[in-house]
């Protein structure tokens, strides 16, 4: 007989193939005696299959994150000519300037050593330069365009909205006045921008929101406030990418969050195309 | 004694690996993958793109449950391709003409495979929809998203790894139980 609390470690171990050899003897040996192992041992066999083959899709968002990257390197090879012809240009236009030099020395020159400078750039070259420059500035515009829009300190601020908190009013210490209290507390330290100090706060908040005996939709306020402001602080404290996109999920996939669609929303502005050109 | 030593050692650390180790492998192996489906499978780099990364969503399964162990039949980029050919023929193109390149017997079992992977992923998805919160969640950290245990129990706001690690474990029975 098996107590399954205790096998299901031992199975899931088994099946990866991270028992040692004689730890997985034993549990062999144990399969063949026990039958109710033999079939919980199969239908785990099915789970964690299943969910492998689920990790395994879940990886295709990856891979097409990979094939960006992929591209993205392409294009630069494939820019690399440009950014030569333009380091060109910019070495052009230092010639041209030489040669306004030069034409200053003749014209200080004596009298009777005068020489004709002639340059041999076509009119064309300048206008290339001209062009550079005019891209070069448009790619700092669009550049400081994403900056100011799309910086993770910006989305955090855009993001969050202080709710209608209401006085908290003084007097018997309950455990809803607590919770109100620091529930205020932790969206005044939002608006201040102290952020690890809301994120205590809001974990606070979640304590006792569960202790206080709330109706179902007073703790959903409360767990959805929780969690979307935990997407604004870990955007804004720049968290590793992975973990805020993880939080925002977390919001995006409950349908119920009051939240869902500003997640999405901001989903969209963290997957595009200007978050990239951010500096 | 094994002709791909190079290729087992690599499928086991891709096996046991991260992130990083995958994203390695996927760079090392695109550019000869979409330049063969380009030249022998006429796509456009846009269609082979999206070949390539269905097959690594099968080369992941494959690698990560074990059903791709050593002794390998061929090197893994074959393998690859081999991939790449079969899904290509299961969406009604054609590889006649360039067979011989990419031969059956290396990877004439993964088609039964594709099958399998589709049919498992189908059965788990319907069991975590039914399994309710938190369970769904936490099931989908562990064994989807891939978080440590440590993650799992400061998202799901639970005080400790070891009250993570008992929850899953509910979890996973509570599922078990929706399977019978």
């Given at each position: 007989m ?14 990866a193939?991270q ?19 033999r ?8 789970l ?6 689920l990790?395994s ?11 960006a ?5 392409e294009?630069e ?8 012809g ?6 052009e ?10 034409i200053?020395?003749?014209t ?6 005068a ?9 064309f ?6 062009a550079?420059s005019?891209?070069?500035l ?8 994403a ?14 909205r202080?709710p ?6 003084g ?7 607590r ?10 330290l ?5 952020y ?18 709330l ?22 404290q ?13 919001v ?19 997957d ?8 | ?7 087992e ?10 992130e ?19 030249q ?14 269905d ?13 791709l ?13 081999g991939?790449?050919?079969v ?19 290396p ?8 099958a ?9 998805r ?18 989807i ?6 993650a ?12 993570a690690?008992?929850r ?8 078990k139980?929706?399977?019978?």
């Open positions: 098996h107590t399954e609390d205790y096998d299901i470690a031992t199975i899931e171990q088994y099946l193939g028992l040692e050899a004689e730890a997985a003897a034993r549990f062999e040996a144990e399969l063949e005696r026990d039958e109710t192992l079939i919980d041992t199969a239908q785990y066999r099915r964690f299959d299943g969910l492998a083959a990790r899709q879940a990886y295709n968002d990856k891979f097409a994150g990979w094939e990257e992929a591209q993205l390197v294009q090879t494939e820019l690399a000519p440009v950014l030569e333009l380091a060109a240009l910019r070495s236009n230092l010639r041209d300037k030489m040669a306004g030099w030069e200053a020395h003749q200080r020159a004596p009298a009777g050593k020489a004709v400078i002639k340059t041999l750039r076509p009119v070259v300048r206008r290339l330069a001209v550079a005019i891209i070069l448009v790619g700092v515009g669009l550049s400081w365009y900056t100011m829009n799309y910086s993770s300190e910006r989305l955090a601020e855009i993001s969050y202080m209608n908190i209401g006085n908290t009013m007097g018997e210490q309950t455990l809803r006045s919770l109100e209290s620091r529930f205020a507390d932790a969206h005044r939002m608006e201040q921008k102290l690890s100090e809301a994120l205590i706060a809001f974990g606070e908040v979640l304590t006792l929101s569960r202790a206080a005996g109706d179902e939709t007073r703790m959903r306020y409360y767990s959805d406030q929780v969690s979307w402001n935990r997407v604004i602080i870990l955007l804004a720049e968290a590793p990418e992975a973990e805020v996109q993880a939080a925002l999920e977390k995006i996939a409950d349908p119920q969050n009051e939240y869902q669609g500003k997640a999405e929303a901001l989903k969209a502005q963290l595009s195309f200007w978050r990239r050109l951010v500096w | 004694m094994s002709n791909y030593k190079e290729d050692s690599q499928l086991n650390l891709l096996r046991n690996g991260g990083a180790v995958w994203q390695q492998f996927y760079d090392q192996h695109r550019g000869s993958f979409r330049a063969f489906f380009m022998y499978g006429r796509m456009s780099p846009e269609e082979a793109s999206g070949l390539l990364q097959a690594m969503v099968v080369f992941h399964y494959n690698a990560t449950t074990g059903k162990s050593a002794p390998l039949q061929s090197n893994l980029k074959t393998y690859l391709i991939i790449g050919k899904l290509l023929r299961r969406k009604g193109g054609s590889t006649t003409g360039w067979d011989d390149q990419i031969p059956d017997e990877v004439a079992p993964i088609a039964d495979r594709i399998d992977q589709e049919a498992a992923a189908k059965m788990a319907a069991l975590l929809d039914r399994i309710g919160e938190p369970c769904r969640s936490l099931l989908e950290m562990v064994y998203k891939e978080f440590v245990m440590e799992v129990a400061e998202n799901l706001g639970l005080p400790s790894e070891g009250a690690r008992k899953k474990f509910d979890c996973l029975q509570k599922m139980e929706l399977l019978r």
